[in-house]
């Protein structure tokens, strides 16, 4: 079956960076973009980007250019997620998720904590 | 950057009601690109229809979507237990955005 299968969770420091990875499975990791999406605690979910599996073209939220960047190894059906310069508010559950008619099927989600 | 408002905040209902969550958008959604997903508490969110009115793999048919343009509703005609979450609509016709969410919780 298609699944997306993340990275653990991280715990970071102010100012450092991050990478989580999401491994896909079941489906030709090429034919399909992915997105990334993070969630707050108790907030809503908020869009980061996007990543063509096929040829790398990417397109990132506004608020979050300069600051991350999304990459795909085609060898291992992995995408990618880095976030640079992290604060208390990049705390979140970051999802990936593959790009259809909408957004399915979603990873299981890694937690990133930024604490000092 | 299309902004997406649901409504109700919070819908309190019964097992067996019909539940009617709302989404506005502040511009016309281009090709019904609208899709509507369910999110238990520590869960990923699933997708529950795509298309405005298309239910996704495995959906139950109580599930239901409507509308066009900058209105669209989700709909679920009679009420499981485990249909109680919080629903997120989204527009991915431009872009990507989420609305902030409608809970739905037990009456």
């Known amino acids: 079956q298609v699944q997306l299968v993340q990275s653990g969770a991280e715990v970071k420091k102010p100012g450092a960076s991050v990478k989580v990875s999401c491994k896909a499975s079941g489906y030709t990791f090429t034919s399909y973009g992915i997105s990334w999406v993070r969630q707050a605690p108790g907030q809503g979910l908020e869009w980061m980007g996007w990543i063509s599996a096929y040829n790398g073209n990417t397109n990132y939220a506004q608020k979050l250019q300069g600051r991350v960047t999304m990459t795909t190894d085609t060898s291992t059906s992995t995408a990618y997620m880095e976030l640079r310069s992290l604060r208390s508010d990049d705390t979140a559950v970051y999802y990936c998720?593959?790009?259809?008619?909408?957004?399915?099927?979603w990873g299981q989600g890694t937690l990133v904590t930024v604490s000092s | 950057e299309i902004v997406l408002t649901q409504s109700p905040g919070t819908l309190s209902l019964s097992p067996g009601e019909r539940a009617t969550l709302s989404c506005r958008a502040s511009q016309s959604v281009s090709s019904s690109y609208l899709a509507w997903y369910q999110q238990k508490p520590g869960q990923a969110p699933r997708l529950l229809i795509y298309?405005?009115?298309s239910r996704a793999t495995g959906i139950p048919d109580r599930f239901s979507g409507s509308g066009s343009g900058t209105d669209f509703t989700l709909t679920i005609s009679r009420l499981e237990p485990e249909d109680f979450a919080v629903y997120y609509c989204?527009?991915?016709?431009?872009?990507?955005?989420f609305g902030q969410g409608t809970k739905l919780e037990i009456k």
């Open positions: 298309g405005a009115s």
């Open positions: 989204q527009q991915y016709g431009r872009e990507y955005t």
């Open positions: 998720a593959r790009v259809r008619v909408g957004f399915d099927p």
